[in-house]
């Protein structure tokens, strides 16, 4: 096993999920010399990023999320060429909620202001489109565009892995990091429970649901970063009706907008059945997890059973799995420098919200090039996610 305590990398990623894989990978891509370090596991399920699925889509009703999403869709792309097989598969996207709901006339803005191409469907027309697959009520509008999808999420996670250390990167996992520091020489000290430590001219933070513990603990930052446990559950399709909601089709990835808030995704995974998640759960410690059994269960059973006319089981799902979203109060993302006694020299990505993996790649080029350059390329607007719209205290 390498030994690396004694090097000096030119990165230390903290953090192995999604983001800190990402950014490994276009840290070394650079050539630079890159460390990343997983407290469990790599490929772990006590996290944010494993699993089988997520979404990616385009209409997001904040308008500084388009160029993110919309680059990432590129780097999905150029990453799996890279890697030779597939995380990325295509779908459009639907979503629905009553006609004069603030969210849908957010993304149809959005979609007006960027150019995407997109339907606006009444009731009769969405069953019309979709075969009487999918249906809601006659108040309500459905707006489709081609820009939705699925990621698959472990396996993608894999790949960035894969590719960081085929560059050269070194990945070592079951090391929990317990401090992060500077030494009298400007070096970066990351160190782990077992009193390894790894030097470094630059860290990136990327804990996920740990982010508030470890960086109030290694700086006196309090950023209000909040673990939420989230169930994800898949359904079982009519026998005869599989092929109607599987990926590759024109059954498309959906959300459905206003009171119970539920997002999912054609069958691929499991097939035969379809993934449908309330995008909401119960605030949760992530070193004392409740693995409870998941919120609003009657309100989405009762939401599957008016939405797709008795072609999808709603009684009980099938596969059930947990995961934990990282909330900040805005729901925006955080990605900026720590600051304090650490300067530009650590950088935190983190508080994705429940909308992040999408974004990984192009968050991990960002990230890397705010520890290694000072700014990310291209006029990349990154203002909306910085700490200090937090009124934070330092120690």
Known sequence: MQNVSDELFDVIIVGGGVMGSATAYHASKRGLKTLLIEQ????????????ESRTIRANYSKPYYYPLVMESYTLWQQAQAQI????????????????????????????????????VLNRCQLAEKFSGRID??????????????????????????????????????????????KDERGVVVVSASNNETFRGKKCVVT??????????????????????????????????HEGDFAIGGDFPTFSSHGGVHVFGTPS????????????????????????????????????????????????????????????TPDNDYVVDFLGGQFGK???????????????????????????VDGVPSGGTDISPFGIGRFNNSQK
């Open 345 to 371: 020299d650590v950088v935190v990505g983190g508080g994705f919200s429940g909308h992040g993996f999408k974004m990984a790649p192009v968050i991990g080029r960002i990230l890397a090039e705010l520890a």
């Open 268 to 327: 691929l995974e499991y097939p035969g059945l379809v993934k449908i998640v309330v995008d909401s759960g119960d605030k949760c410690d992530p070193d004392k997890r409740e693995w409870g059994p998941g919120v609003r269960m009657n309100e989405l059973k009762e939401w599957i059973k008016e939405s797709f006319n008795g072609l999808v089981d709603w009684r009980e799902p099938v596969v059930k799995q947990a995961c934990m979203y990282s909330m």
């Open 84 to 119: 030779g097989y597939n995380v990325y598969f295509p779908a459009h996207q639907l979503d629905m909620g009553h006609a004069h709901d603030h969210t849908l006339l957010k993304i149809l803005e959005n979609c007006s202001n960027h150019g995407i191409p997109h339907e």
């Open 207 to 240: 804990v996920g649901a740990w982010m508030s513990k470890l960086v109030k603990k290694v700086s006196g930052v309090e950023i209000p970063i909040k673990p939420v446990e989230i169930h994800v559950f898949y359904w079982r399709v009519k026998e005869g």
């Open 136 to 181: 809601f009520p006659d108040d309500s509008i459905g707006i489709l565009n081609e820009f939705g999808g699925v990621i698959k999420a472990t396996k993608a996670v894999a790949m960035f892995q894969t590719l960081a250390h085929k560059n050269g990167a070194v990945l070592k996992d079951n090391k929990e990091i317990t401090d992060i520091k």
């Open 40 to 51: 469990f596991d790599f490929l772990h399920h006590r996290g944010s990023s494993h699993g």
